[in-house]
């Protein structure tokens, strides 16, 4: 778990950095190379465990901090959940620079025609 961690925060640093998503997909790829590879339900149950650390923050934080500190932790939660989706994607060779694209493609075509 210890190894997962730093995987995250060194992941996290790197996107924001404000490397480019392929970029940044790439190196989670090379990275995980070094690790002992886990399987793709273990991979969803890491994303799950980072949803649930970024549900938490927002409900125990809510009120508590000022929103500088929130916006801190909540980078840092995101970017956690950054790299678990660039996990899955490259399981599955999905390049999400693409995916991105046309799902904004979608949603434009779905504004042009009206809700
Ligand atoms: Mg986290």
Known sequence: MLKKRQILCDGVKLLLLGMRLK????????????????????????????LGEFAEMIRKTEGHKNRKELKVDLEKELGDLLICLATLANRHGVDLEQAFLKCKKKIENRHKQGF
């Open 23 to 50: 970029t940044a997909q790439r190196w989670v790829k090379d990275d995980w190379k070094k690790s002992k590879p886990v399987d793709e339900k273990t991979e969803i149950l890491f994303m799950l465990e980072e």
